[in-house]
Antibody
Framework: QVQLQESGPGLVKPSQTLSLTCTVS??????????WSWIRQHPGKGLEWIGY???????FYNPSLKSRVTISVDTSKNQFSLKLNSVTAADTAVYYC??????????????WGQGTLVTVSS | QSVLTQPPSVSGAPGQRVTISCTGS?????????VHWYQQLPGTAPKLLIY???NRPSGVPDRFSGSKSGTSASLAITGLQAEDEADYYC???????????FGGGTKLTVL
């Protein structure tokens, strides 16, 4: 079965760029009608969808974060990545990668990675 | 303020039935977009519990069920067990926001 694992720095300085990678195992990132997504959860709070990438490279972002977000895919490594620039303390959160499946806007997220805490602090 | 509104907490005794509501609007649930539910155990990632309003993935007990009507949806848990103590989130799509949205989460306490 497909498994996802996030990796990247746990501490980022304000105004810098947060960079995370999600490695997909147990299946090809290029197979099927899946959209590879990033979701975050602020400490003690709810979930916020950040955006997704299709294996062919097309992307779709949360309009509230669109100006700062870039999601890309590397099919040769079975990975996809998140870059969030100009971070502030408000970007401190647990970041999850997840597979968006289902028919387009009817989609749901499954499975999820275990999540990685990123703290923005000097 | 989440786009989908859930009660912050619910509780029930072992064996009882509880329901968790998820209230949306005409741009998400009311527009016909499906509702999905996730269970998040303490310190872990969310796990899919219900998809497509009322479908259970393989491995999810039939004690969990979902329903949707109008601009709202509900998750019902029967035969409550101690291991059900977790946070529960609903999720849908919102056409006004052009993206996937979640409820604020409901903490279930098993008394």
């Amino acid at each position: 079965q497909v498994q996802l694992q996030e990796s990247g720095p746990g501490l980022v300085k304000p105004s810098q760029t947060l960079s995370l990678t999600c490695t997909v195992s147990g299946g090809s990132i290029s197979s099927g009608d899946y959209y590879w997504s990033w979701i975050r959860q602020h400490p003690g709070k709810g979930l916020e969808w950040i955006g997704y990438v299709f294996y062919r490279g097309s992307t779709f972002y949360n309009p509230s974060l669109k100006s700062r977000v870039t999601i890309s895919v590397d099919t040769s490594k079975n990975q996809f990545s998140l870059k969030l620039n100009s971070v502030t303390a408000a970007d401190t959160a647990v970041y999850y990668c997840a597979r968006l499946r289902g028919a387009g806007t009817r989609g749901w997220f499954d499975p999820w990675g275990q999540g990685t805490l990123v703290t923005v602090s000097s | 303020q989440s786009v989908l509104t859930q009660p912050p907490s619910v509780s029930g005794a072992p064996g009882q039935r509880v329901t968790i509501s998820c209230t949306g609007s005409s741009s998400n649930i009311g527009a016909g977009y499906d509702v999905h539910w996730y269970q998040q155990l303490p310190g872990t990632a969310p796990k899919l519990l219900i998809y497509g309003n009322n479908n259970r993935p393989s491995g999810v007990p039939d004690r969990f069920s979902g329903s949707k009507s109008g601009t709202s949806a509900s998750l019902a848990i029967t035969g409550l067990q101690a291991e059900d103590e977790a946070d529960y989130y609903c999720q849908s799509y919102d056409s006004s926001l052009s993206g996937w949205v979640f409820g604020g989460g409901t903490k279930l306490t098993v008394l």
